[in-house]
């Protein structure tokens, strides 16, 4: 009898420990998730601003746009997996948050893609396109990271 209880009480204080480093990854998540999404609108401007400024050639944006896109969306991808199930031991508010941070990598992809675009075809439209998705960008971001209130 000794022993169950002292298993019981072990499996316990594991189950204890387990929830507690749930909440300490969710956290981390987060920080993570923003840090990443803040640091990617700040390159993707700073790339725009070195090809106004004749640092970057439209080969080497479009390279370097490629690259971000391509992250982006196998991010977006891992993301959107998380998202379907609360088995996978999520809250609702978990769920939202992957929602609106998978909108926001969306946004910065779509950022990106103009911006690529602009430099290749120099048009009114993707450089519309580019302006729109930042500014939408920001806007998610400034969300996510709590900056409006």
Known sequence: MKLIAVLFLITCSFSVLRAQC??????????????????TYIAIGAIADAYV???YNADRVKELMGEQTSMLQSVIDMLSKCQVAKSN????????YVK??????????GEAQGL???????????????NQN??????EISSLLGLRK
């Open 22 to 39: 749930d909440v300490e990854v969710r956290e981390a998540f987060g920080g993570v998730s923003s840090i990443s999404v803040y640091n």
């Open 53 to 55: 400024n004749e640092g």
């Open 89 to 96: 031991g999520l809250s609702d508010d978990d769920i939202l």
């Open 100 to 109: 609106e941070l998978i909108a926001c990598l969306q946004s910065l992809k």
């Open 116 to 130: 690529s675009d602009f430099v290749i075809a120099g048009s009114e439209e993707a450089q519309n396109r580019y």
């Open 134 to 139: 930042r500014d939408k960008a920001w806007g």
